[in-house]
C-alpha cells in the first residue's frame, strides 16, 4: 500500500457527512428554497375538488363542457394512401403513365422519388356512400357502410415526410423525440375514472412497432405515471403482470405492504408528492393483476359481437384491439391508443406495395373500425367517445421511382401536403367532409388542417383548452400544440 | 241635497284649480331655470336635479299603486271608508310624476344610455303621468253620464299601472343591464316567455380574419359611447365615431397611447372605479363589461392599429376566452345545465369519493356533478340513496355493467337533475324502470343489454325531455319501438347496427390498374 493511497484514503475518511452538510449548508439551502418555492411543480395543471385522493389519475373536470371523454386513436402507421381510399381524383386517371409536369416537382424534396416521377392513377375504383355522398373507394366495403357517422378531413397536413418524425408530430405535437404523447396530455389534463386501469392504454398489432418506437406513447416530461402502458391480445394482457412462478398473491400482497411501508416512512420525512403516487402506482398494479385479465379477456363477448368485429380470441390483431379498445372505453379508460403498421406501401416489395400489401392491410382494418363505430354506437357511447382514423402522412400522386428506376411493384412516395382523416362521435359534425385538395391530389386548397389544428380541436371536444392544458418544464411552459393549433369550428356539430 | 253638492263642487273646483295652477308655475319655472342654466353654462347644475330623479321616481310608483289597490279595495263593505281617500293619494301621485318627469328629462342630459331604451323609458313615463291626470280628473269630476265617467276613470287608472310597470322595466334595463332581470331566471321559464337571452351576443364567422378595431371594438365604442360623442354632440370635444377622430383625441389631448393602455386615457377611463369623476360612461351608468375591457386593452396593447387583424395579432392567453366567445366557440348549454346551482357541500362529494364513486365536476365552469360506478364493485342501494344528498346537483349517472337492480332503482326518483343517465349491462327490469318516470330532465338514457321489455316504454314515453334512448340488445320488439316513436317523435331510439358483408372480395393484383 503506497503512502499516496494510504493519505487518500484518511482524508476520505475524514471528510465525514457532517462536512459534506457543513460544505453545502449555502447549497442545500438553495436546494431546500427552490422546493419551497415551488420550483419542481408536479402536481396536476387543474385544480381537484377538495377531499379527492392524491392518485394521478384522479378524475378532474375539463376548463369547459366537454363534447367527449375519452378517445380511440386509430393510428395507421406507415401512412396509407389517401388516393386509393377517400380522395378519389379522376383527372389522376387521364395523366396515369405520363412524366410529372417540372412544376410539381421544383423546390420540392420528397423521401425517395428521384428526377422525373411518372403520374400514377388511382388504384381502386370510388363510389358515393350513404346519404352524406361520400366517396369512399372499393377497398373499404364495410366502412362505406358508415360514411354517415364519420366526418372526413381531406386536407390534413404535416411539415414531416418521414415515418419516425411523423408519428411524433401527430402524436406529441412535436417532430423530436421526448415530448409527452397525446394520451399523456390527456391524461394528465383530465386523469381517469376507472382506477383499476390505466388510464393510457397502448393497443400495437401489424408487423412492427411504431417506427418512432415508444416516444409516440411515452409521457416525455410529464411524470411517468402518464405514459401509455401497452397491453397485449395475446398471452399476458400486460407484460410481467402474473406473479412469478412460487409466488402468491398473498406473498404479493406482503411484498408491496413492505414496499409501502418504507415508501410511507420516506413521505413522512421527505414530503415528496411523487412518493405517494408511487405507492398508488403499486396499489394500481396490484389491482391489476385481477382486473386486466378480466378486461382483456375477449371471450366472454357474444358470437354477434365477434362476428361483427372479424375477431378472433388469442391472436394479435387489429380487429381483437378494435375490440378491446370498446371494453376499454366502456370502463372508463380514458385514451385508446392502437397502432396498425404496415401502410407504408412505395412498391420495392410485395408487403409493401398497393397491389399486395396495402390490400391485405386494408382487409385488415375495413371491417373492425367499421364495427368499433358502430359499436359504440349502438352502445350510446359514440357521442362521449372521439375515434380519430389516420396515418401520420399521406402519399404523392406520382408512382414512386427509387434511386430514379421503376420499383418491382405499384407504390407511391411519401406526402405531407395533403392526406385524409376521419373522426367520429365526440360531437363531430356526421356525414361530413371537410377540406379539398387540387385535381391530383398534391395540394390543399381549401380546409387546410395541420396535425396542431387537430390537436387542438380534439382538446376542445374533451373541453379543455389546448393553450391551458401547459406544463413548466425547463423554465417554460410547455403543450401538446406547442405554439400552434387553432380549433377547426367547421367540423363541431 | 242640492246645495251640498253645489259647495262640494266648488270646493273641488278651487282645488283643482289651484292644483293646475301650481303645477303650470312649476313648468314655466322648470323652462326658465332650464334656458338660464343652458345660456350661463351651468349645465351641470341640471344634473344635479336630474339625478333626484332616481330617488323620485319611486314616489308616483307607490302612490298610484298605493291609490288602485284603494280603489279597488273600496268597492269592497269593510273597506268603503278606503274610497275617500283615493282622490288625495292620486293627487300625490299626479303631482309627484310630473316632477319625476322633469328630473328625468334633466337627468337624460348627461346623454351615454342606449337611445332606443330610454326613448321607451321616455315615452312610458310621459304616458304614465298623462293618465295619471285623466284618472285625477275624472275621479273629482264627473260628465252627465256618470256611467262612463266611472268607465273612463277605471280604464285611465289602469293603463296608467300597465304604463308604470313599463317605464320602471325600462327604467330598471337603463340603470342595471337589459338582461338583469332574465341573467338567474330558470331556462324553462326564459323559454315561456321566449326570451332570448343571447341577444347581447354577436358572432364573428371568422375570427382569424377578423379586424380589431373595426369588428372588435367600434362595435363597443358603437353601443356604449357614441351617444355623447358623435359629430352632432362632442362631449369633452372627443368624437368616437370614426377611427381618425379617436386618434385625434378630445379637449385634453390624445385619449390614445399606442402600445400603452395605462398612458392611455380612453382606457384609464373605462377602468376608473365607480365614484371618479373621469370615469367612462359616467355616472351611474352600466360599466363596460369585463369582455370589452379586455377588447379595448388588447387592441392599445397591439399599437392601436386600425386595421391589424385577430390572426396576425399576439394573442395573450386571457385573449382566447373572449375571443371563443365572439367566435361562437363557447360551448353552448342546454336544458338544466344552463341553470345556475350551488356547489354541493365538499365534506359530502368528500365522503361519495371515500365510498369509491367517482364524482366530478361536469366541468371547472359548472357546480353540477358527474357520478360513476366503475369502481364500486358491488354497490348496494345505499349507495344509490346517499346520491341524495348531491340531487339539485348531480346532473350524469353511469351505472353501466354493475349489478344493479331495481331495488337499487328505488332510490333514483330522488335524483331529479339527472339529464344522462347510463344503466347498460345492469339487472334492472321492467319494475325498476317505473322509478325513472319522476326524472322530468332526463334527456339520454342507456339501456342495452338489460331485460326490460315492452311494458317499459310507457314509462320512456313520458319523459318530456328524453331525446335518446338505447335498447339494443333488451327484449322490446319492433313494434314496441316504432310505437314510442310516434308517441314522442323528437325521441330517437337505437335498436342496434350490422354491417353486411360485401359481395366481392378485392384481391391482391386485381385491383384496378397495374404496371
Known amino acids: 500500500m503506497s503512502i499516496r493511497y494510504e493519505a487518500n484514503l484518511k482524508t476520505v475518511e475524514f471528510v465525514t457527512r457532517k462536512h459534506f452538510l457543513k460544505k453545502c449548508v449555502t447549497g442545500l439551502g438553495a436546494m431546500a428554497l427552490g422546493s419551497l418555492i ?12 377538495a ?86 373507394s372499393n377497398l373499404l366495403p364495410h366502412f362505406s357502410q358508415i360514411v354517415d357517422d364519420v366526418t372526413f378531413l381531406k386536407a390534413v397536413q404535416t411539415e414531416e415526410f418521414n415515418h419516425a418524425p411523423g408519428q411524433l408530430l401527430m402524436q406529441t405535437g412535436h417532430s423530436r423525440p421526448g415530448f409527452p404523447s397525446f394520451g399523456s396530455w390527456v391524461t394528465y389534463g383530465l386523469g381517469s375514472e376507472n382506477q383499476n386501469l390505466p388510464g393510457f392504454v397502448v393497443l400495437l398489432s401489424g408487423a412492427n412497432q411504431p417506427d418512432a418506437g415508444r416516444s409516440v406513447f411515452g409521457s416525455g416530461f410529464l411524470p411517468s405515471v402518464y405514459q401509455g402502458v401497452q397491453c397485449r391480445s395475446e398471452g399476458d394482457p400486460v407484460l410481467y403482470l402474473s406473479n412469478p412462478e412460487g409466488v402468491s398473491r398473498n406473498m404479493r400482497r406482503m411484498a408491496i405492504d413492505a414496499i409501502n411501508n418504507i415508501n410511507e416512512q420516506q413521505f413522512r420525512e421527505i414530503g415528496d408528492p411523487e412518493i405517494m403516487s408511487r405507492i398508488s402506482q403499486y396499489e394500481m398494479a396490484y389491482r391489476m393483476q385481477i382486473s386486466a385479465p378480466e378486461i382483456m379477456d375477449i371471450k366472454k363477448e357474444p358470437e354477434s359481437i365477434h362476428q361483427m368485429y372479424g375477431t378472433t380470441p388469442g391472436e394479435a390483431s387489429f380487429a381483437n384491439n378494435c375490440l378491446l379498445a370498446r371494453r376499454l372505453v366502456e370502463r372508463g379508460v380514458r385514451f385508446v391508443q392502437l397502432f396498425h403498421w404496415g401502410w407504408d406501401a412505395h412498391g420495392v416489395d410485395k408487403s409493401e406495395a398497393l397491389n399486395y400489401g396495402f390490400l391485405e392491410r386494408c382487409r385488415e382494418v375495413d371491417k373492425p373500425m367499421s364495427a368499433l363505430v358502430l359499436d359504440l354506437k349502438q352502445r350510446g357511447l359514440l357521442d362521449e367517445t372521439i375515434i380519430v382514423w389516420g396515418g401520420e402522412f399521406g402519399r404523392t400522386p406520382m408512382l414512386e421511382n427509387r434511386g430514379g428506376t421503376d420499383n418491382p411493384f ?52 374533451l373541453g379543455m383548452d389546448h393553450e391551458k392544458l401547459t406544463y413548466h418544464f425547463q423554465g417554460r411552459d410547455f403543450r401538446l400544440t406547442d405554439v400552434h393549433g387553432h380549433i377547426v369550428k367547421d367540423i363541431l356539430a | 241635497m242640492k246645495s251640498h253638492q253645489t259647495i262640494n263642487k266648488q270646493k273641488k273646483y278651487s ?55 284603494m280603489e279597488i279595495f273600496s268597492r269592497f263593505r269593510s273597506f268603503d271608508y278606503l274610497g275617500q281617500s283615493v282622490t288625495f293619494v292620486l293627487t300625490l301621485a299626479a303631482i309627484s310624476s310630473v316632477i319625476s318627469v322633469l328630473a328625468g328629462f334633466m337627468l337624460s342630459t348627461g346623454g351615454g344610455y342606449n337611445e332606443s331604451l330610454l326613448n321607451s323609458h321616455k315615452w312610458w313615463g310621459i304616458g304614465f303621468t298623462v293618465f295619471t291626470f285623466i284618472a285625477l280628473g275624472f275621479k273629482i269630476f264627473t260628465i252627465s253620464n256618470l256611467k262612463l265617467s266611472e268607465f273612463i276613470y277605471s280604464t285611465a287608472l289602469f293603463i296608467a299601472v300597465v304604463s308604470l310597470f ?69 362631449e369633452g370635444e372627443l368624437r368616437l365615431d370614426t377611427f381618425d377622430q379617436l386618434i385625434r383625441g378630445g379637449e385634453s389631448g390624445p385619449v390614445i397611447v399606442s402600445s400603452s393602455p395605462a398612458e392611455s386615457d380612453l382606457f384609464r377611463r373605462i377602468i376608473a372605479p365607480r365614484n371618479d369623476d373621469g370615469r367612462m360612461p359616467p355616472g351611474n351608468r352600466r360599466p363596460l363589461t369585463e369582455h370589452q375591457v379586455a377588447i379595448i386593452q388588447w387592441w392599445i396593447t397591439e399599437g392601436a392599429h386600425p386595421d391589424l387583424l385577430v390572426g396576425h395579432a399576439n394573442r395573450p392567453p386571457e385573449m382566447e376566452p373572449v375571443l371563443a366567445r365572439l367566435a361562437g366557440l363557447e360551448t353552448e348549454q342546454t336544458g338544466i345545465l344552463s341553470n345556475h346551482v350551488e356547489p354541493a357541500n365538499a365534506t359530502i362529494i368528500a365522503g361519495l369519493i371515500n365510498e369509491g364513486i367517482v364524482i366530478t365536476p361536469v366541468s371547472q365552469q359548472h357546480n353540477y356533478l358527474r357520478a360513476g360506478f366503475v369502481n364500486v364493485v358491488n354497490p348496494d342501494p345505499g349507495h344509490i340513496q346517499s346520491l341524495h344528498q348531491i340531487s339539485s346537483q348531480l346532473a350524469w349517472l353511469d351505472l353501466s355493467h354493475t349489478p344493479v337492480t331495481d331495488d337499487h332503482l328505488l332510490h333514483i326518483s330522488g335524483l331529479h337533475s339527472l339529464t344522462r343517465l ?56 319492433d313494434d314496441g319501438a316504432d310505437w314510442l316513436i310516434r308517441k314522442n317523435p323528437l325521441l330517437k331510439a337505437d335498436r342496434g347496427y350490422t354491417l353486411t358483408e360485401p359481395d366481392t372480395i378485392i384481391l391482391p393484383a386485381e385491383a384496378g390498374y397495374s404496371y
Not at chain 1, 119 to 134: C, D, I, N, R, Y
Not at chain 2, 188 to 217: G, H, M, R
Not at chain 2, 433 to 439: A, T, V
Request: glycine share 8%.
Open chain 2, 166 to 234: 313599463a317605464a320602471s322595466h325600462f327604467g330598471g334595463s337603463l340603470t342595471h343591464g337589459q338582461n338583469y332581470l332574465t341573467a338567474y331566471m330558470p331556462g324553462t321559464i326564459k323559454n315561456l316567455l321566449f326570451i332570448n337571452t343571447d341577444e347581447e351576443i354577436y358572432v364573428i364567422d371568422n375570427i382569424e380574419e377578423a379586424a380589431i378595431f373595426a369588428d372588435l371594438v367600434f362595435p363597443i365604442f358603437n353601443d356604449r359611447c357614441i351617444s355623447c360623442h358623435n359629430p352632432d354632440r362632442i
Open chain 1, 51 to 136: 377531499g379527492m385522493s392524491a392518485s394521478p389519475f384522479t378524475p378532474k373536470p375539463p376548463h369547459f363542457l366537454a363534447k367527449a371523454k375519452s378517445v380511440i386513436f386509430l393510428h395507421m402507421a406507415g401512412a396509407p394512401s389517401q388516393l386509393e381510399l377517400f380522395d378519389y381524383k379522376p383527372e389522376l386517371h387521364k395523366l396515369h403513365g405520363q412524366d410529372c409536369p417540372p412544376s410539381l416537382l421544383d423546390g420540392k424534396r420528397f423521401a425517395f422519388i428521384e428526377g422525373v416521377p411518372k403520374m400514377l392513377g388511382p388504384q381502386a375504383t370510388f363510389k358515393k356512400h350513404g346519404e352524406s355522398g361520400a366517396i369512399v
Open chain 1, 410 to 461: 405499384v407504390g407511391r412516395d411519401h406526402h405531407n401536403e395533403a392526406f385524409t382523416m376521419w373522426v367520429a362521435g365526440g360531437g363531430f359534425k356526421q356525414g361530413f367532409s371537410y377540406g379539398e385538395t387540387d385535381e391530383i391530389g398534391y395540394h390543399a386548397v381549401s380546409g387546410k388542417v395541420h396535425i396542431h389544428d387537430l390537436q387542438a380541436t380534439l382538446l376542445h371536444q
Open chain 2, 15 to 69: 282645488w283643482f284649480s289651484f292644483l293646475s295652477a301650481g303645477l303650470v308655475l312649476l313648468l314655466l319655472a322648470t323652462g326658465y331655470f332650464w334656458i338660464v342654466l343652458n345660456e350661463t353654462g351651468r349645465a351641470d347644475l341640471l344634473l344635479f336635479f336630474g339625478r333626484f330623479h332616481i330617488l323620485l321616481v319611486h314616489l308616483p310608483i307607490a302612490l298610484l299603486l298605493l291609490a288602485a289597490i
Open chain 2, 422 to 477: 347510463n344503466l347498460n349491462y345492469t339487472l334492472i327490469t321492467d319494475v325498476g324502470i317505473r322509478q325513472i318516470e319522476k326524472l322530468e330532465n332526463l334527456e339520454h338514457l342507456s339501456l342495452a343489454g338489460t331485460a326490460i321489455t315492452d311494458a317499459a316504454l310507457e314509462t320512456l314515453s313520458e319523459l318530456p325531455n328524453l331525446r335518446q334512448v338505447y335498447i339494443w340488445q333488451t327484449n322490446v320488439t
Open chain 1, 38 to 49: 415551488g420550483g419542481c411543480d408536479s402536481s396536476g395543471a387543474i385544480q381537484t375538488l
